[in-house]
């Protein structure tokens, strides 16, 4: 856990970075910032000094999407975690029944924390991730320019901001799917015993789980793997039938 936990601060980190090369390529890409534009407005110092404000207000505002990130990925990994090792304990029959079900209700507990405003602030970043993600594919699809410089800075654009977005919503499914995945372990100690327990508290064990409601939402939408698959297809096949019905190709009223 405190490897893959690193490996997400070296994400975040160097997304954070990767935004900052964004914006440079950026820069580079259509000039923006060309000296015999700006110099006779500003002069050559200030010039220097606008982009270094610039650029630092850029850094700031990833590092602070950087940390809401970083902070709901590592809350879902030590939960996935903490719920496999109580399913390892469970399958094995190393621990007390009752135990077990006081360690579910504290998982429970963590899924509601996690649903409360780290969840709301998350949400929020999806939905800039979102925006920005949808705005570089539609000026990726519609580059009239031939230039390489702008194909790349454009594709660049999509793999950023994508590649946070997916990494939110993979991190809140693969919690919900090992959480539904040690539900139906506890469906397979009704069936097959554990230790000495009686039939009646297998069944009040199994009353528990099935009672025990929690998943990680995003916008109070529970985040699953099937969900995700079914966005996609339908993003998809949109997307594909505005292209042949050439709605994002034309200039027309609807961009």
């Known amino acids: ?7 997400i601060l070296v994400f975040g980190g160097l997304w954070t970075l990767s935004t900052l090369g964004l914006h440079g390529l950026f820069l580079g890409t259509f000039h923006v910032y060309n000296s015999a534009t700006l110099e006779p407005l500003v002069g050559s110092v200030w010039h220097y000094v606008i982009l270094g404000v610039e650029l630092i207000g850029i850094l700031i505002m990833n590092s602070v999407n950087t940390a809401v990130v970083i902070n709901y990925a590592t809350q879902c990994e030590m939960l996935i975690y903490y719920i496999r090792a109580i399913d390892r304990k469970l399958q094995e029959k190393t621990a007390d ?11 429970k507990q963590a ?5 409360g405003p780290t969840a709301r602030m998350t949400s929020l970043c999806v939905i800039n991730f979102s925006e920005l993600t949808v705005i570089g594919l539609c000026l990726l699809i519609l580059n009239k320019f031939k230039d390489i410089l702008v194909w790349i800075y454009r594709g660049c654009f ?13 991190q809140a499914s693969r919690l919900n799917s090992t959480w539904s995945k040690f539900k139906q372990s ?8 554990y230790q000495t327990c009686t039939i009646q508290e297998l069944d009040s064990f199994l009353l528990f789980m099935g009672s025990t409601k929690s998943h990680a939402k995003l916008f109070n939408i529970p ?8 966005i996609l297809v339908l993003t998809t096949f949109t997307l594909l039938i505005l292209i042949q019905t050439n ?3 034309k200039a027309n009223w609807f961009l």
């Open 247 to 249: 709605v994002i190709v």
């Open 1 to 7: 856990m405190i490897v893959t936990d690193r490996w």
């Open 158 to 170: 999509v793999v950023v901001w994508i590649a946070y977005l997916v990494f939110l919503l993979v």
């Open 223 to 230: 985040v699953k793997p099937s969900y995700l698959l079914g």
């Open 111 to 115: 899924i509601s924390r996690l649903n």
């Open 186 to 193: 506890g469906l397979e100690v009704r069936v097959f015993g």
């Open 97 to 107: 029944l009752r135990v077990i079900m006081q360690d579910v209700l504290r998982v």
